[in-house]
């Protein structure tokens, strides 16, 4: 069975750190993207953060929200990925939900080229960071 | 940035009836679309992907149509356990990934 399952939440006053970790069974994780996506209370969905398997490289993509102070990275040798947290703000409080992204491939109009449409086919249960002083 | 626009916020419809959920995307993302399932302390749930693909496992009731900007997913004959919140999320043209604010089905 897929599983992610996050770790790493709790309650932490504003300015400092928190490193989220998604742990992953089931699949080769090496073989896949991920994302974060955290829900902010009474609000919806935001995603924040996606990283490429490493055959595109491990690079990795953010919101503008959290640019700058958060990094996604990955262990593919133990199948987790984390979210450091640097700087959090009052407005960071949410649910962060780890998620898989699996990938359509869509040849281009030129030879070698390829668009890469991603979406996110399993999702952990989340964890709950609270920003507060 | 993708703005996607869902409607309505909130939805009440009884079992055995239909529930259609709309999905507007302020500018054209193909067929690039996801719908996903939120229910309070549960992982959620890709319901379908590339606009009307339902993921694996989903229900036949679960179907999803439309391109473009304007996309539908309909829950025919709507079971209790259906309730929860739906959100549509746009794949076409990222970062970022952009999600509607979402519909609350409620089972009346």
């Known amino acids: 069975e897929v599983q992610l399952v996050e770790s790493g939440g709790g309650l932490v006053q504003p300015g400092r750190s928190l490193r989220l970790s998604c742990t992953t069974s089931g699949f080769t994780f090496g073989d896949y993207a991920m994302s974060w996506v955290r829900q902010t209370p009474g609000k919806g969905l935001e995603w924040i953060s996606f990283?490429?398997?490493?055959?595109?490289?491990?690079?990795?993509e953010y919101a503008a929200s959290v640019k700058g102070r958060f990094t996604f990275s990955r262990d593919d040798s133990k199948g987790i990925a984390y979210l450091q947290m640097n700087s959090l703000k009052r407005e960071d409080t949410a649910v962060y939900y780890c998620?898989?992204?699996?990938?359509?491939?869509?040849?281009?109009?030129?030879?070698?080229?390829?668009?890469?449409?991603?979406?996110?086919?399993?999702w952990g249960r989340g964890t709950t960071v609270t920003v507060s002083s | 940035e993708i703005v996607m626009t869902q409607s309505p916020a909130t939805l009440s419809v009884s079992p055995g009836e239909r529930a259609t959920l709309s999905c507007r995307a302020s500018q054209s993302v193909s067929n690039n679309l996801a719908w996903y399932q939120l229910k309070p302390g549960q992982a959620p749930r890709l319901l379908i992907f590339g606009a009307s693909t339902r993921a694996t496992g989903i229900s036949a009731r679960f179907s999803g149509s439309g391109s473009g900007t304007e996309f539908t997913l309909t829950i025919s004959s709507l079971q209790s356990e259906d309730f929860g919140t739906y959100y549509c999320q746009q794949y076409n043209i990222w970062p970022p990934f952009s999600f509607g604010q979402g519909t609350v089905l409620e089972i009346k």
């Open positions: 990283i490429r398997n490493k055959v595109y490289g491990g690079t990795t």
């Open positions: 998620t898989r992204q699996d990938v359509e491939v869509v040849p281009g109009a030129v030879f070698g080229q390829s668009f890469h449409y991603y979406y996110m086919d399993v």
